[in-house]
């Protein structure tokens, strides 16, 4: 049992962020038996297998739960006659480690930075976009990743946003700043993202930095700013629909899709808004990978583009906006009354990317967060 | 076969359970927490013994301290809630002792977290709490009790409380009743009666649930992730963080090591003073 929410069990609708931490320790501990190992035993010709769409088998499918129209899914079986065999990661470090400890699966979707992760460690193995029709649909922006140079071995599957999800029946100044996390109007029911890259990100923003910033005295910095808040705030929670449908978040860093689902949730949705920061806005995309170990690579290409083709059901389903032209009208008219839900290839660009921080980087910013918690 | 031969052939399935599941986890643990990452973060094994000096830089000790103080407090809660109980079980509980028993042990049928996650939704702004407080006019704002050191210890305090009553109903059951009628017959009060007679005799079960509530307690990261505020990390926290977040198997597992360490110390003292109890009463 690791899914976050009870009420989310019970509407049968979760964010794939909305995640309990709490639950990945049995998948965790599998990781460890493999550690040791490293990820480098595979060489970049395990990358390159030549690989059709076309049936080869069941498809052995890994995912964040409620995280793509189940519908979907049946029309797929039934359409090839095959079965999706599924199960489910609670987070990215539990994916992880279900990976290394040798398991295999045909179809895993990956945040950016744990792709680039999987790509330099040789993990996954190349896609043939051309063969795949629907990947045409694509925007453009995701011709180049910055996580997987040329495209080669990831779709880009949704996109998010992080911003601040609020509370319009009791607060009525938000000024479209970071800041207004401090809004006395809240009266102290303001909550941060548990989650140290969001964190530190938001903090890096507020004090004119990068995104990305690693500079130490600009983490310096953005630490000093994280401490100053915490007496402003409630807590630091990533349960962010439970928080902002049960009244006790006036104001949660959340991001974009949580919006969506906490509106299914409660008695007046139009009560519940949300603003992007002028600040900076941190953007991501989660993609489709095949790791290089799998046994049905063909049927796990028709299902990217079975899935890509079918993108506006997708996007209105999961309260995620797919990078994809066709999903772009309909997740628009899901979000007609809150624009600001929206990623377009303009929020894109706009918005800035988490990169994947590695050796001292990585380091120095565990150990800020740490010491914001700890603090 | 011999009966001691038999005997000790009965141990094995158990032997090989603990050294399977728990020695050999334990010597991962203890090797990876001289380990390293790589530029990946991925764990490595190595002699990096600096991983131990970090556990002890003073940005940690409030939250050690903390630990302990919430353990400590949760023990004190689970007795003044927890002997009671079990005094009412043992010595009021009659034809139904086995049922009241079982209906201590119910609750523990379903997983902690779900049940300290039930505990958000109770205890919410808009919660089942609060809503009867307004109903009876105490309250129009709703009582602010989650995100709290309040709510954490409270959680703790509920995710343990039977395993202080179970050892403190165990011994209250083993021990004579006819001692406190005695105590009554020389004209002791009361109280007189259970400080002196029911108290020294139930001290070994209070001791062995305290020892149980705590160890749990200190280590424990659900309570203050899901009730807790900014103020109230715990160790646990900070530990499950260093395998999540941070990545960072190395210190995570120095960590863990330094705590059970410390909590073997307690175990020790705990051993020393039942081991001497057993002997007193050998006597």
Request: net charge negative; aromatic share 12%.
């Given at each position: 049992?690791s ?13 794939r ?24 035993s595979?060489s ?5 297998r ?36 599924q ?11 279900k ?8 179809l ?6 744990f792709?680039?992760k999987?790509?330099?460690e040789?993990?996954?193995l ?13 925007y453009?922006?995701f ?9 080669k ?6 996109l ?7 509370r319009?029946?009791?607060i009525?100044?938000m000024?479209g ?29 507020v ?25 402003d ?20 860093h ?16 139009t009560?519940?808004k949300?603003q992007?920061?002028?600040e ?14 799998a ?9 990217i ?12 389903w ?11 009208k ?9 624009p ?5 290839v ?18 120095n ?11 | ?8 052939l ?33 764990a490595l094994?190595?002699w ?22 919430y353990a ?7 007795l003044?809630?927890?002997?009671p ?20 042990v119910?609750?523990?049928l ?19 709490v609060?809503g009867?407080?307004?109903?009876l006019g105490?309250?129009?704002d ?19 409380l ?7 109903y ?5 021990m ?25 005799a139930?001290?070994?079960g ?11 307690a200190?280590?424990?990261f ?7 505020g900014?103020?109230?990390y ?21 960590l ?19 081991g ?8």
């Open positions: 049992m899914r976050k929410s009870i009420e989310g069990l019970l509407a049968g609708r979760m964010s962020r909305d995640v309990l931490k709490v639950g990945g320790g049995v998948a965790l501990g599998a990781g460890l038996s493999a550690c040791g190992l490293g990820g480098g595979a970049e010709a395990d990358t390159t030549v690989i059709e769409p076309k049936i080869d088998g069941d498809l052995v499918y890994f995912n964040w739960a409620q995280y793509l129209n189940p519908s979907l899914i049946k029309k797929f079986e039934r359409k090839y006659g095959v079965q999706v065999r199960s489910n990661f609670d987070s990215m470090p539990a994916m992880m480690a990976l290394r400890s040798g398991n295999q699966y045909d895993i979707f990956p945040s950016a930075e792709a680039d999987l790509i330099k040789n993990q996954l190349e896609i043939p976009l051309d063969k795949l029709p629907a990947t045409e649909d694509i453009q922006f011709d180049d990743p910055w996580y997987d140079p040329g495209s071995h990831t779709v880009p599957y949704s998010y946003l992080t911003g601040l999800g609020y319009a029946d009791e009525d100044t000024t700043s970071w800041r207004d996390l401090t809004n006395p109007q809240a009266e102290g029911r303001s909550y941060i993202l548990d989650d140290f890259q969001e964190g530190i990100g938001m903090a890096n923003l004090n004119g930095y990068e995104l990305n910033a690693v500079e130490p005295d600009q983490l310096e910095a953005s630490k000093e700013y994280l401490i100053g808040l915490k007496p705030l409630r807590g630091f929670s990533s349960d962010t629909i439970t928080n902002m449908s049960s009244g006790n978040a006036w104001i949660q959340l991001w974009n899709a949580d919006v969506i689902n906490i509106r299914y949730r409660v008695d007046d949705p009560s519940i949300f992007q920061n002028r900076g806005i941190p953007v991501g995309s989660d993609v489709f990978a095949i790791p290089t170990n046994e049905h690579p063909g049927t796990a290409l028709l299902f583009d079975f899935v890509l083709a079918n993108s506006p059901k997708n996007a209105t999961t309260g995620y906006p797919m990078p994809t032209n066709g999903a772009e309909p997740y628009a008219d899901l979000v007609k009354s809150e600001e839900l929206q990623v377009t303009e929020t894109l660009e706009k918005g800035q990317q988490f990169a994947n921080l590695e050796g001292t980087d990585r380091e910013w565990d150990r800020v967060w740490t010491e914001v918690r700890a603090a | 076969m011999s009966e001691r031969r038999f005997a000790s009965t141990l094995l399935p158990g032997a090989a359970w603990l050294v399977l599941l728990f020695l050999v986890p334990l010597g991962i643990t203890l090797a990876i927490s001289f380990g390293v990452t790589d530029e990946l973060g991925n094994y190595a990096h013994p600096e991983n131990y000096d970090r556990v002890f830089d003073p940005l940690f000790a409030p939250v050690l301290l903390r630990s302990v103080g400590a407090a949760t023990v004190a809660l689970c003044l809630i927890g002997y109980v079990a005094y009412y079980i043992a010595r009021f509980g009659g034809r139904y002792k086995y049922l009241l028993v079982a209906l201590v119910l609750p523990f379903v997983n902690y977290l779900i049940r300290v996650y039930a505990w958000t939704a109770i205890l919410s702004d808009e919660g089942l609060n009867v407080l307004e109903d105490l309250t129009s709703g009582v602010r009790f989650l995100n709290t050191p309040w709510a954490v210890i409270g959680g703790l305090t509920y995710g343990y039977a395993f202080m009553i179970l050892p403190i165990a011994a209250l059951d083993r004579n009743p006819s001692l406190i009628e005695a105590g009554k017959d020389l004209y002791a009060t009361g109280w007189q009666t259970f400080r002196h007679v029911t108290w020294p139930t001290f070994q209070v001791l062995a649930g305290s020892v149980l509530v705590f160890l749990p200190v280590g424990d659900v309570s203050a992730q899901l009730l807790g900014p103020d109230t715990m160790v646990g926290n900070l530990i499950q963080q260093q395998f999540f977040d941070a990545n960072n198997f190395p210190f995570g597992a120095a863990t090591t330094v705590l059970m360490a410390f909590l073997l110390i307690f175990m020790v003292f705990y051993l020393r003073s039942a001497r109890a057993a002997a007193e009463a050998r006597a």
